[in-house]
């Protein structure tokens, strides 16, 4: 099989993902060749702008494929690629990736395996999609107006979520009429004439008297669990995300977790979803509960590797091959 895999290595690092698993790709006994097309590359811009017949230049990974800081592999561009010469896509880019460049893919690739199916990626990349699976989420409700978020925070302490929002930006914590973005404390009318300005749609959540016991990232490819991160935050905030300033460490995959990805896999491998992030938190009653469904462009595998001591990244690898070859059958 030939592979494209688009990713943007603007902000990547030695940690990103990509070189190990694009490597180990081109490794595979099934896999015959796998190229790299950035969007940081100019002579992408039109496609990645979503320009119909746009030229899309890659570079060939091989096994020598790694990040550099100087003389970076993809910044050398080895040809302009027939699209139609790959028998399945990897999309390794970072969020956001906006409602029109996925339909974009979508008609691109048309009839094409893509790991994660583009449509797929918009519909689970909203918080909404937790609704879904109320059983194994803390209590929760979408809210649309003042009123809901009103209602809602009355019952007790309660997260606010954007829907579209990523790496914790926008959440909100409303807790005895005070309102707090994990750095300012206002007053809930304050928020209410911010919320009159700017209308915004919201998941609102539980708050979970235990979050400093860490969220919890576990990784899933094609419903095998590789592993999992703890990330606390730090000792004055409530906010795990890395971004914020929290921390990561090993950890591992608890029973109830276990049933969550169950729960979870079955939908979402119908969607097309082969590679996912489930993030847990503990409940209030001593089990954690299902906080967030990531499936755009999965980090973390090759640093779970390490403290493991396992070859997940071969395994990951192999599981993703497996399934593209029992869907191109």
């Not at 595979?28 to 190229?35: G, L, M, N, P, S």
């Not at 591992?252 to 847990?280: C, F, H, Q, R």
Request: glycine share 6%; proline share 4%.
């Amino acid at each position: 099989m030939n592979a494209l895999i688009l990713t943007d290595h603007t902000a990547h690092s030695s940690e990103n993902s990509l070189y190990s698993l694009a490597v180990e790709l081109v490794l595979h006994k099934h896999v015959a060749r796998v190229d790299v097309a950035s969007k940081k590359s100019l002579e992408n811009n039109a496609f990645f702008s979503c320009r119909k017949n746009a030229d899309l230049w890659i570079t060939e990974v091989d096994e020598n494929f790694e990040f550099k800081k100087k003389d970076h592999p993809l910044d050398k561009l080895d040809s302009k690629c027939e699209l139609k010469s790959y028998d399945f896509i990897w999309l390794r880019l970072p969020p956001p990736l906006s409602e029109s460049f996925l339909h974009f893919l979508d008609r691109q690739f048309k009839g094409k395996v893509i790991i994660n199916n583009p449509l797929s990626i918009l519909e689970t990349g909203s918080k909404a999609f937790l609704l879904n699976f109320i059983e194994v989420c803390p209590p929760l409700q979408l809210c649309n107006s003042a009123e809901d978020i009103l209602n809602f925070s009355q019952r007790f302490p309660i997260v606010l979520k954007p829907l579209r929002e990523y790496g914790g930006r926008g959440i909100l914590k409303i807790e005895n009429n005070r309102v707090s973005n994990g750095i300012e404390n206002y007053s809930f009318d304050e928020f209410l004439l911010k919320f009159e300005e700017s209308p915004t749609e919201y998941l609102a959540v539980k708050y979970l008297r235990n979050v400093k016991q860490g969220d919890k990232r576990i990784i899933v490819i094609d419903g095998e669990i590789m592993g999992a991160s703890l990330r606390l935050p730090k000792q004055d905030s409530w906010l795990c995300n890395i971004a914020m300033g929290g921390t990561s460490q090993h950890t591992e995959v608890l029973a109830e977790e276990v049933k969550i990805v169950k729960v979870l896999n079955p939908i979402l491998g119908s969607k097309g979803i082969v590679m996912y992030g489930v993030d847990t938190l503990m409940g209030d009653y001593g089990k954690r509960v299902l906080s967030e469904i990531n499936t755009t462009s999965i980090g973390g595998l090759p640093q779970m590797a390490r403290l493991q001591n396992t070859p997940l990244v071969k395994i990951g690898v192999n599981l993703i091959v497996k399934n593209i070859l029992n869907r191109l059958k």
